[in-house]
């Protein structure tokens, strides 16, 4: 295909905007992303298309999978554009109904239609509903709007348009400077201003120069990167392509995690496209500049997230990180100047450049500008991936956006930034969205991950959650954070067994400063805040755990008596039907008693019991 | 143009040179039970395609896990005679990524999420039904070599949480009462 030119970009853009304007046809969008697939998405798209072209409305619509829409556990998805009706869990036979009443009959189908959680009444559009109406969208502009797998659809709602002016129009130096008026930090979690990062990258004198891409997104309860490749990987890979241009370097890679197949996917079609209209390659837009991007494929080691051991990994190598000084901006990828950014971060690159940092800059808090993907999962009523401006509140994300905790449970605590981060209680709550103040309450603002937990959430018990993971995950290269993390999940699981003994509590926050200052990378470094957090606003829980052998929140089933309270069972039998081991001894309109010789401690009987009636 | 010709090496000095598909041929295929003749050929194809690309030992060490479903030892022997790597490195790669395991698998993967999203919602007792059901540890494979049971990190399907991948087929909302009838259709 023809190479185009700046002048025939924007051509290719009007062309495409006069002939979306002159068919006139209404789109389907259906989602396609991870989740949809999961819950079905595609044979709803098949049945929806096959029941179009039954009833020959193919010259008026059109279906289009797009990437994830953002309102994962309403999947599938659908929004029928410009109109803005919006569909939830559809399955493949509710198509013919879609298309009789709502295509042909010209009215929306009810039964299909989100229903609000709070006062049960349908709402039609989604503008209307919460967890879109107070999202600022920025980043995610394009999600759930265009085929992901079409470049025509990104050019046409101005794609590439940051890269022909980045390229054309200024000045390496120019793009520095933007990037840093805009104040755009890295979002991966530390926070490092992204335009300072590269302007060390830029000084840097050496004939290769790499920039990489941060696709490794191991914090459990994340997925705004895999959703921001498989919704708008043109934005990525023009992020990548103006960074290349500020530092002046030749060769890229997305470092992306092999658990995510059709983010790969998609983002290998997207190069593939962008290079076949010389978007990629040599000569990009008849500008004299070159630039070559490839997947890197992880194998599955949370500790490549670090920027030195992602490097390591790309090598072909154990990914273990390294100690810095020298900085990856004077020797990174084969010891040559790289810049490693995070996939949200690069999507957010080209809009600064055509708007301008101070338009980027225009949002936010007075040290962290711009929006904020995050992945609102766990407790809560509304999952998904949501954006909003920095300076919003946790609660307005966690009950506005994500519609508070369902099932008439009390909120417990919000979990942000993974393993690395922590736990914030209640009254927290009305911390705003900011790198520093975020730090202040003892987590940190990390990729993304918001994880709700109610009231049934054991906070002793997340703390050994995270630790074994991040045991597992410690590369062992360091002593501190390889036999340190095993120590303190040794302690955590002793005092979630019921072996707990004074002076654990107190060994957890010694060792706590002790990994804090002597790690070599920041995995080890902040291995101890899920500990010190949930330590710092539930020292009670650890405490019962301790001295009580008992746990509040009865998960930790070592504590547990698995005895029926004869007082409160009413014979009803749920718990003997429920019981996987037969267990549970009961006949009819009599009370049951449990079996501890079969018992398993699965908590079945406990979930199931309606009447709390088991210890 | 010549700088550019220099940077898409991609190498920073590191070039491996290609030793040929003939010095291929003198490499001697070891013999295994679980690799058979199209095999090798495949695990051929996949070291010529890789060998001149430096750091590419991870994705061809991936590329011949899918052919034959694990890393045997003489496998992994194998492919760093054929990218001039020495054994030791081959194997600390192996040892080092969660991806690869070095041990036969089960006919089907069961891949149970244990990120925190999941964790919340209740994935511990599912994972102990499973594993009180057919008498599996965590990494493990049933006698009959039906079932691996695997325990992930987050798949990032947190809206389905929590969440089972069954070879390809990704199950959300799984619960410790549902979860045996869903593995039951797969024999």
């Known amino acids: ?615 | 143009m010549r700088v550019c010709r220099k940077q898409t090496g991609v190498t920073g000095g590191l070039e491996f040179k290609p030793i040929g598909e003939a010095n291929m041929k003198h490499l001697m295929r070891p013999h295994h039970p679980d690799i058979d003749e199209t095999m090798w050929n495949r695990i051929d194809q996949i070291i010529e395609t890789h060998r001149p690309r430096p750091g590419s030992v991870i994705a061809a060490l991936r590329e011949c896990q899918e052919v034959v479903g694990y890393l045997p030892v003489p496998l992994m022997d194998y492919i760093g005679r054929g990218m001039n790597l020495p054994p030791s490195d081959v194997y600390g790669v192996a040892s080092f990524y969660s991806l690869f395991s070095m041990t036969p698998k089960g006919r089907h993967t069961v891949r149970v999420c244990m990120g925190t999203a999941c964790y919340v919602k209740g994935i511990k007792e599912v994972m102990s039904r499973i594993s009180n059901e057919y008498h599996i540890e965590e990494g493990g494979t049933t006698g009959d070599r039906r079932f691996s049971l695997e325990a992930v990190r987050c798949l990032g399907a947190c809206g389905l949480a929590p969440v089972m991948v069954v070879d390809h087929d990704t199950h959300g909302d799984v619960k410790a009462d549902g979860v045996l009838k869903v593995l039951e259709r797969y024999e």
């Open chain 1, 1 to 615: 295909m023809q190479k185009l030119t700046q002048r025939e970009l924007e051509k290719r853009r009007e062309a495409l905007v006069a002939a979306r304007a002159a068919d006139g046809k209404i789109r389907l969008l259906v989602c396609g992303g991870t989740g949809c697939h999961a819950t079905g998405s595609i044979p709803v798209i098949e049945a929806l298309k096959a029941e179009i072209e039954k009833n020959g409305l193919g010259d008026r619509y059109a279906v289009v999978e797009t990437g994830c829409n953002g309102f994962c556990a309403m999947g599938p998805i659908m929004v029928v554009h410009p109109e803005g009706i919006f569909y939830q869990k559809l399955t493949a036979e509710d198509m013919p109904t879609v298309v009789a009443e709502h295509l042909i009959g010209g009215k929306p189908v009810e039964k299909l239609l989100y229903k609000n959680p709070v006062d049960k009444k349908r709402i039609p559009l989604q503008s209307d509903i919460p967890f879109f109406s107070h999202q600022m969208p920025r980043v995610l502009r394009n999600k759930g709007l265009i085929d992901p797998e079409s470049i025509d659809d990104y050019i046409e709602r101005d794609g590439y348009k940051g890269v022909a002016k980045a390229l054309l129009e200024m000045r390496p130096a120019e793009i520095i400077e933007q990037m840093k008026i805009s104040g755009l930090r890295g979002r991966g979690g530390a926070g490092f201003p992204a335009g300072m990062k590269w302007d060390f990258a830029s000084r840097s004198v050496s004939d290769i120069k790499y920039v990489l891409c941060n696709a490794d997104e191991g914090d459990p309860g994340a997925f705004m990167d895999r959703s921001i490749l498989e919704a708008d990987p043109h934005a990525v890979i023009e992020g990548m392509i103006i960074a290349a241009r500020a530092i002046d370097a030749r060769k890229g890679y997305v470092y992306a995690r092999t658990e995510y197949p059709l983010a790969i996917r998609r983002l290998q079609i997207a190069i593939d496209q962008a290079r076949e209209l010389g978007l990629m390659g040599q000569n990009i837009l008849d500008s004299g500049f070159d630039f070559e991007l490839e997947i890197y494929q992880g194998a599955g080691a949370f500790v490549c997230g670090e920027e030195t051991a992602l490097m390591r990994s790309i090598e072909g190598r154990r990914g273990m990180p390294r100690p810095r000084p020298p900085f990856p901006a004077q020797k990174g990828l084969w010891e040559k100047p790289t810049i490693l950014n995070n996939v949200e971060t690069f999507a957010n690159v080209a809009q600064i450049i055509v708007n301008g940092g101070q338009w980027y800059a225009s949002v936010g808090t007075e040290k962290s500008k711009g929006t904020k993907v995050f992945a609102i999962s766990g407790d809560v009523n509304n999952i998904g991936l949501v954006e909003v401006p920095m300076g919003a509140s946790l609660r307005s994300i966690i009950f506005d956006v994500g519609g508070g905790v369902p099932d008439k449970k009390k909120f417990k605590a919000v979990q942000l930034g993974g393993p690395s981060g922590g736990c914030i209680p209640e009254a927290y709550l009305d911390t705003p969205v900011d790198y520093e103040e975020i730090a202040k309450v003892g987590a940190i603002m990390g990729s993304g991950g918001v994880i709700v937990m109610d009231e049934d959430t054991c906070m002793v018990d997340m703390a050994r959650f995270f630790m074994d993971f991040i045991q597992d995950e410690s590369c062992g290269k360091c002593t501190p954070c390889r036999e340190g993390t095993r120590r303190f999940l040794q302690i955590l699981e002793k005092i979630c067994d019921g072996r707990g003994e004074p002076g654990d509590i107190e060994s957890l926050e010694e060792l706590s400063v002790i990994i804090k200052d002597t790690a070599l990378c920041g995995l080890g470094q902040t291995a101890p805040n899920p500990v010190l957090s949930t330590l710092r606003y539930f020292r009670d829980e650890y405490n019962a755990h301790v001295y009580e052998k008992r746990c509040p929140a009865k998960r930790c089933v070592e504590l547990l008596k698995f005895e029926i309270d004869p007082e409160a069972c009413t014979g009803c039998g749920l718990c003997f039907r429920a019981c996987p081991v037969e267990a549970i001894v009961w006949k009819k309109k009599e009370k049951a008693r449990i079996d501890k010789e079969k018992c398993i401690k699965c908590l079945t009987c406990f979930n199931k019991c309606k009447f709390g009636a088991i210890n």
